[in-house]
């Protein structure tokens, strides 16, 4: 899969009630949707851009020399903001792969972003995503973190046969915390945002399962640690110790 085939994308919108203005915090010197620019551009697996509907954003990517696409400010998910930012950024459809990035993942490894990629060399696979082994029973418990369920393929692979919020699969045996970074093939892109949300998705307040229910092949790359997530103040300075020796 050459670069020019590959489109990274980074939705970014300034909603977050725990933390407010929270793409444009400081991390060690730079805005955090800066940071997760950055991240995506160390990869180098393709064109990357950050899709947002607020100036301030946009602002702050273009000072970093970073590609900014506006969108409509009242899209229900990530996903489709992408959708959007990935017509607009290439109607000639040259891309054949979409990969939404989280804009609050500033200290991502660059080679996680890569690690994504592999299960689409297999034609039969829709979407690809990440998961890393859970290793305590905290983790395992918290209903906040999403559960991966699959069937392993051999290597760091497995087929997604669900994801929840439930402490999955029972028994002994290895759990995987979801991590929420996918590739889409733009055909899958295309049709999941043509999906009515459903049932399961509903329930678990999970937008993955809407690809499940309607029959789209989702394949999980594992990989050795959880990326940090920005989400409350002690995630901020977290974030900041961490990329302030980097």
Request: overall charge negative.
């Amino acid at each position: 899969m050459t670069k020019s085939r590959i489109l990274v994308l980074i939705p970014a919108r300034m909603a977050s009630t725990r933390l407010p203005g929270k793409p444009l915090l400081d991390i060690a010197g730079q805005p955090m949707i800066v940071q997760v620019l950055r991240r995506a551009q160390e990869a180098a697996i393709g064109r990357v851009a950050v899709a947002t509907d607020t100036l301030e954003i946009a602002n702050a990517v273009t000072a970093a020399g970073g590609e900014v696409v506006m969108t409509k400010p009242d899209h229900p998910s990530g996903s489709d903001r992408i959708y959007e930012a990935m017509c607009k950024l290439d109607p000639a459809r040259e891309a054949e792969i979409v990969v939404n990035l989280q804009g609050d993942f500033p200290t991502i490894d660059p080679q996680n972003i890569s690690d994504v990629l592999p299960p689409l060399n297999d034609p039969a696979v829709d979407i690809a995503t990440l998961a890393a082994q859970i290793h305590t029973e905290e983790e395992s418990l918290n209903p906040n973190v999403v559960k991966a369920v699959g069937s392993p393929l051999g290597g760091r692979r497995m087929r997604a046969l669900y994801f929840t919020r439930a402490t999955a699969p029972y028994g002994d045996g290895p759990r995987y915390h979801h991590i929420g970074l996918y590739a889409y093939r733009r055909a899958a892109l295309e049709r999941f945002v043509s999906l009515p949300p459903s049932p399961l998705e509903h329930q678990e307040k999970l937008e993955q399962l809407r690809a499940l229910e309607d029959g789209m092949r989702i394949d999980v790359m594992v990989v050795d640690a959880v990326p940090r997530g920005v989400d409350t103040a002690a995630d901020l300075e977290t974030a900041r110790r961490l990329l302030s020796k980097a």
